[in-house]
C-alpha cells in the first residue's frame, strides 16, 4: 500500500468514527436533556484503551476504579471515626454526590479497542440486559415514555441532520461529478428504445433536475418498476425533447433498475494511462493512445475542440455517430499529443452486449468465443494468448464430456461445473491457423457472484470471434433455428453476397425485411446447403439496435456542481439526504420482498473501508459525499424495527405506551437474544461477501 492509499484509509477510518461520534452524541445529548446520568461515551466496542473523565484526565484503561476510590475517600473524610469503623453499603447516588463535591464528572469517554461502532451506557439501561433498571430517579428506566423515544431515537435523526449538513458542506465546497450527459447507450435497453443517444444533457427525470449522473442513477433505481418515467433532455444542437422509458432490473448491476446509458467521458486520455503495468495494457485499444492524446478528428472529420460543455456535447455525439457508422470497420483516429503533435492510428471498434447481460447474436447465431486479455494471475497467462479461437473446453472431471465451438454462455457453464468439481479445465484453442492444446489448467482466479456462491475462474476476458462467420451456438427461438442452421456450420453468403466476417452478415441481414425470405448459404461437414432465413420483426429491431463500443481509456468528465446561495444548498442537500434514505428502504423492499435485487449487494464494514479509500482516492469533495453516503444510510439501519438496535428498542416503547406497562422480562430477553443473532449472522454474511468481492 503506497502513502496516498494509506493516507485516504486513515482519512476514511477518521471519517467513519466521526459518523459513528455524531450518532451517539445525539443520544448522549438527548440523555443529558433528558435529565438521564450517563456513565459511559464510548466509540468501539471492547475494553477501553483511553478514557478521560473530568477532573481524573486521560487513562490508559478504564477510569471507573479510581473515581470510586476518590469518591470513597471524600465519603470517609467526611465520617466519625466510629461510623468508619462499622463501613456501610454505598449506593450510586452516594458515590455521584461525593464525585462532585471532588469535581468528578460522572461520564467517562472511552475509546475502545474495536472502533466498528460505539454507544453511549445510561444508568439504568443495557442493550444486552434488557432487566437492567436502578432506583436511582436520573436512571434510564424512570423516565417517561416520551423522554425515552426522544433518547432512543435522538441518534438517528443525527445522523440524518449530519448527512444533510455533509451535503450542504459539498454543494458550498463544489462536487467534481460526472456530468449528466449521456456518454453511452446500451443495445436494447430502455434509453435506445426511448431515443437517447450519446451526447444527450439530461435535464429532468421525473420533474426532478438531474445535477450531475450520480442522481440520475439514484433518481433511476428509485422509479416505479411498473410506471414509465418521463426524461427531459437537452441534444447537442440545443433542442429539448421530452421522452417516456421504463427502466428495467439489469443483472449484471445487482438487479437494481437501470435505463441502460454511462457517464461521460472526454475525448482525452489520462495522463496517468503511461504509469500503467504492461499487463494492464494488453488490450489493443489501450495500446492506442498515450497519457494525454486527444481525439481531434475522426475518419477526417474534425470534432468540436474547445472546452465548453456544449462543444464537449457535440464532439461525443460527432464521435458516437462515426463509431455506430463504421458497422464495425476500421475508424481512422487523427490525435493531437501534449506537445501539440498529431498523428493517425485505426481503432477497430468491438460489438458491444446488449442490455440485461445477454450475448450478442445474429438472428440467433452465435460467434465463437476468443480470449481477448488474460489477466496477471492467471494459471492459463504464458500459455493462453490474446486472439486465441477457442474450438473445445471441457471440465477434468473423469468424463469424456466436451464442448466444440463453445459460444460464451457453454464457456462459462463449463467453467462453472470445473470450479464446483474442485477441479481443472482444457482447452483447444486456434493459434495463427494452428490447434494448441492446453490441459489441466487450473481455476485459480476468485470471480465475485451476485449469489454470494464462492466460485473461481480462469481470469480471462472472453469476446466474440468475428473474423470468420463461423456458427458456434443456435437460439433455439430463432430465425436461424426456423431455418434448419446448426452449430458447427459457416456461413458463406447472405441475400446472395459472399460474406467473410460476422461483420458482413450482420450489414447484410440488417437490410432485411421482416417476414421476407433472405437467401443464407452455409457449409457444414455434409457440403453446402442453401437455406431460407425469415426474420421476426423483434430480430430485425435487435440488430438494427445493436451498437459498437471503442474501448478506448479515455478520462472521466466531470462539472462542478455548486452553488454560492446557502439556501440553495440546503435544498439540494434535504433533497439528497431525504433519496439516499427512500433508497435503502426501496432497496430493501426489493431484497427481501420482491427478491429483484440480489443480497450480494450488501457491504460490511470492510467492503465499506475498500469502497471508500477508492472514492477518497478521487479528492476531499469524494469523501465528503461517501461520508454523507454513510451517515444516512446508518441512520436507516439504525431505525429498523430490528430488536437490539435503536428501532427494535423504539418498537418496544411503543408497545409500552399502547399497553401502558412495559413488555415482560422475558419477552425483552428472548427478542434481545434473537436481534443480537441476526446482528452477528448478517455481520458474518456482509463479511463473506466483502471478502469475496476483494480476493
Given amino acids: 500500500m503506497d502513502f496516498g492509499s494509506l493516507l485516504n484509509l486513515l482519512l476514511l477510518i477518521f471519517g467513519f468514527g466521526f459518523v459513528i461520534f455524531w450518532h451517539e452524541l445525539g443520544h448522549f445529548l438527548a440523555a443529558k436533556w433528558a435529565g438521564v446520568k450517563v456513565e459511559q461515551f464510548a466509540i468501539g466496542f471492547g475494553h477501553a484503551l483511553l478514557c478521560w473523565r473530568k477532573g481524573i484526565g486521560l487513562r490508559v484503561g478504564t477510569t471507573r476504579p479510581e473515581y470510586e476510590r476518590r469518591a470513597r475517600e471524600q465519603l470517609a473524610s467526611r465520617q466519625s471515626p466510629a461510623d468508619a469503623a462499622r463501613p456501610a453499603a454505598l449506593d450510586e447516588q452516594q458515590l455521584d454526590r461525593a464525585a462532585r463535591e471532588l469535581g468528578l ?41 416520551g423522554r425515552r423515544m426522544v433518547i432512543v431515537s435522538a441518534g438517528v435523526l443525527m445522523n440524518v441532520a449530519l448527512a444533510a449538513i455533509l451535503f450542504v458542506v459539498l454543494f458550498l465546497h463544489g462536487f467534481r461529478a460526472p456530468a449528466p450527459v449521456v456518454g453511452y447507450v446500451t443495445a436494447g435497453s430502455p434509453a435506445q428504445r426511448a431515443g437517447l443517444e450519446t451526447g444527450d444533457r439530461i435535464l429532468r427525470f421525473n420533474g426532478e433536475v438531474m445535477h450531475d449522473f450520480t442522481k440520475l442513477r ?130 477497430r471498434p468491438m460489438i458491444e452486449p446488449p442490455f440485461g447481460n445477454r450475448a450478442v447474436t445474429f438472428a440467433g447465431m452465435y460467434p465463437r468465443v476468443v480470449i481477448e486479455h488474460i489477466q496477471p494471475q492467471s494459471s492459463a497467462r504464458g500459455k493462453l494468448m490474446p486472439g ?7 471440465a477434468d472431471t473423469g468424463t469424456a464430456d466436451f464442448v466444440d465451438h463453445p459460444t460464451r454462455q457453454q464457456f462459462m ?39 454470494g456462491i464462492d466460485r473461481r475462474g480462469l481470469g480471462v476476458m472472453l469476446s466474440d470471434e468475428l473474423k470468420e462467420p463461423f456458427i458456434a451456438g443456435i437460439d433455439p427461438d430463432s430465425a436461424a433455428a426456423r431455418a434448419g442452421l446448426k452449430p458447427g456450420m459457416q456461413v458463406l453468403s447472405v ?56 474501448g478506448l481509456p479515455l478520462k472521466e468528465r466531470t462539472w462542478l456542481r455548486r452553488t454560492t446561495n446557502p439556501f440553495t444548498a440546503v435544498a439540494w ?20 420482498v420482491q427478491r429483484s435485487v440480489s443480497v450480494s449487494q450488501m457491504s460490511g464494514p470492510l467492503g ?13 469533495d469524494w469523501l465528503l459525499w461517501y461520508l454523507a453516503v454513510i451517515s444516512a444510510n446508518l441512520a436507516v439501519v439504525n431505525f429498523l424495527p430490528i430488536p437490539i438496535v435503536d428501532g427494535g428498542l423504539f418498537v418496544f416503547l411503543v408497545v409500552e405506551k399502547l399497553l401502558g406497562r412495559p413488555v415482560s422480562p422475558k419477552v425483552m430477553t428472548a427478542t434481545q437474544l434473537v436481534g443480537f443473532a441476526l446482528i452477528i449472522s448478517l455481520f458474518l454474511f456482509v463479511t463473506y461477501n466483502d471478502i469475496l468481492r476483494l480476493m
Fill in 495 to 550: 441475400g446472395g453476397k459472399a460474406v467473410s466476417s460476422w461483420l458482413d452478415v450482420l450489414a447484410a441481414l440488417r437490410a432485411a425485411e421482416p417476414g421476407q425470405p433472405v437467401e443464407l448459404r452455409a457449409a457444414s461437414p455434409a457440403g453446402e446447403q442453401v437455406l431460407a432465413l425469415k426474420l421476426s420483426p423483434q430480430e430485425v429491431d435487435i440488430l438494427a439496435g445493436l451498437r459498437f463500443t471503442h
Fill in 388 to 394: 486465441d479461437v477457442v474450438l473445445r473446453v471441457s
Fill in 573 to 592: 442537500g434535504a433533497g439528497e439526504t431525504r433519496d439516499l434514505i427512500v433508497q435503502f428502504y426501496v432497496t430493501l423492499k426489493r431484497m427481501i
Fill in 608 to 620: 465499506i473501508l475498500h469502497s471508500g479509500t477508492l472514492i477518497a482516492s478521487r479528492g476531499t
Fill in 105 to 145: 464528572g460522572e461520564t467517562e469517554y472511552r475509546l475502545n479497542w474495536l472502533p466498528l461502532g460505539g454507544y453511549v451506557k445510561m444508568l439504568g439501561q443495557d442493550d444486552l440486559n434488557p432487566n437492567a433498571s436502578s432506583p436511582d430517579p436520573r436512571a434510564y428506566n424512570n423516565q417517561p415514555v
Fill in 218 to 347: 439514484l433518481a433511476t433505481a428509485l422509479s416505479h418498476p411498473a410506471e414509465p418515467s418521463s426524461i427531459r433532455v437537452r441534444k447537442p444542437d440545443g433542442r429539448e425533447i421530452d421522452l417516456t422509458l421504463l427502466p428495467l432490473p439489469e443483472a449484471t448491476e445487482g438487479g437494481f433498475l437501470q435505463i441502460g446509458v454511462g457517464p461521460p467521458v472526454l475525448l482525452e486520455a489520462p495522463e496517468e494511462l503511461d504509469t500503467l503495468p504492461e499487463s494492464e495494457r494488453e488490450l489493443p485499444s489501450m495500446r492506442l493512445l498515450r497519457g494525454g492524446d486527444r481525439i481531434v478528428a475522426v475518419n477526417g472529420l474534425r470534432l468540436p475542440q474547445d472546452d465548453s460543455e456544449e462543444a464537449r456535447d457535440r464532439a461525443a455525439a460527432e464521435f458516437d455517430r462515426a463509431l455506430q457508422a463504421s458497422g464495425g470497420q476500421p475508424l481512422e483516429l487523427t490525435l493531437r499529443d501534449r506537445s501539440g503533435a498529431t498523428r493517425v492510428v485505426h481503432l
Fill in 413 to 451: 457453464q463449463t467453467v462453472n461445473a470445473a470450479s464446483a468439481a474442485g477441479t481443472t479445465i482444457s482447452l483447444d484453442v486456434l493459434r495463427e491457423g494452428q490447434t494448441v492444446s492446453l490441459r489441466q489448467l487450473p481455476l485459480n482466479v476468485r470471480i465475485p457472484s451476485l449469489g
